[in-house]
């Protein structure tokens, strides 16, 4: 089945710069759309990012203008830079592929991003 590895995780003072990395297997990587969601400690998991097949970029308020997801598909990875960033940036950060045309959607196990003050 589809599988979805993230990378690029790590700790980072405020006002740093990260780069994520998700790698899909198994997948029709080309014709799903892509999504960066996240979830901090005792919080709800929140979307942040999505990248249709088309290259349309959306965002969530709390990133727009400092995130850019970007999409390579000859290597079936979407990414998610990351600049600025905040303490309230801290969070595990998951992949998602979402199979339009079918209804179906593939999780990552995600990658910490720690963010100090």
């Known amino acids: 089945q589809v599988q979805l590895v993230e990378s690029g995780g790590g700790l980072v003072q405020a006002g740093g710069s990260l780069r994520l990395s998700c790698a899909a297997s198994?997948?029709?990587?080309?014709?799903?759309?892509m999504g960066w969601y996240r979830q901090a400690p005792g919080q709800q998991r929140e979307w942040v990012a999505t990248?249709?097949?088309?290259?349309?970029?959306n965002y969530a308020d709390s990133v727009k203008g400092r995130f850019t997801v970007s999409r390579d598909n000859t290597k079936d990875t979407v990414y998610l830079q990351m600049n600025s960033l905040k303490p309230e940036d801290t969070a595990v950060y998951y992949c998602?592929?979402?199979?339009?045309?079918?209804?179906?959607?593939?999780w990552g196990k995600g990658t910490l991003v720690t963010v100090s003050s």
């Open positions: 998602k592929l979402e199979q339009r045309w079918s209804e179906r959607a593939y």
């Open positions: 198994g997948s029709s990587f080309r014709i799903s759309t």
């Open positions: 990248i249709t097949t088309a290259f349309t970029t």
